[in-house]
């Protein structure tokens, strides 16, 4: 058990927050926003770490990322200072962003945070994207929930 212990204790040392982004890396900033290869124009907005590595994992996206740290949600008492969007707001102004896409949950405390983010965008000229909404891969119709089925519907592409 003592290398373990050794292990997870230099981890805990040396795992920083990224003062740009928020990710959670062994240096600061993280190895994302170092990495030159990554287009500098588009940030994808994440509620959480995970999502972030979500992300990475799928290969989705080789772009800029920035962790809220959370959704809205005032039932938990979850406001707009608790999140980090004052630093997004100011990155999508200091940053030569073009798109800022809203990778946020398809829950009603995602999809508020993505509308009030959306708003105090307005003046910033940059496009505000948000992911799809519909069948998974793999997925059958008739196993659908109706929300979805219907959102799928409405946000059907040109085959
Ligand atoms: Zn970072």
Redesign the pocket.
Known sequence: MAPLAAALQTAIEKIEV??????V?SQ???????DPKRDDTAIVVIADVADLWALERAHAINA??HVLGGTLSPLDGVGPQDLSIDALISRVHAEPIKEVILALNATVDGQTTAHYITDLLQEANVRVTRLAHGVPVGGELDYLDEGTLSAAMRQRTLF
């Open positions: 990224c003062r740009t982004c928020g990710n890396d600061n900033p993280c190895t994302v926003c170092t800029r990322y």
